[in-house]
């Protein structure tokens, strides 16, 4: 099960945190990550990080969002340098060894201009 948390209104250029934590059989998470999905828009990738600390990040957040993750349950995406286009449903999302997911309840994130 994952809760996410961190949500809101935020203007341009600003920052925000999210936090995404995992309960239940923690030790088969193998990557945990963020999707958002804008009104119309397809679920799109945002960052993921692996149990031993790789990366990967969509070319549009690069430079701007670091995701990481603390004790394999926690992950934490800080956002810098909002944008206007970043505003989405922000989805917690692990996958366990086998690459099945798991997803949390989104959270909105609204970025004003």
């Known amino acids: 099960q994952l809760q996410a948390s961190g949500g809101g209104l935020v203007q341009a250029g600003g920052s925000l945190r999210l936090s995404c934590a995992a309960s239940g059989n923690i030790f088969l998470i193998n990557t945990m990550g963020w999707y958002r999905q804008a009104p119309g828009n397809q679920r799109e990738l945002v960052a993921t990080i692996t149990r031993d600390g790789r990366t990967n990040y969509a070319d549009s957040v690069k430079g701007r969002f670091t995701i990481s993750r603390d004790n394999n349950k926690n992950t934490v995406l800080q956002m810098n340098s909002l944008k206007p286009e970043d505003t989405a449903v922000y989805y917690c999302?692990?996958?366990?060894?086998?690459?099945?997911?798991?997803w949390g309840q989104g959270t909105q994130l609204t970025v004003s201009s």
């Open positions: 999302n692990c996958r366990n060894y086998a690459g099945v997911p798991s």
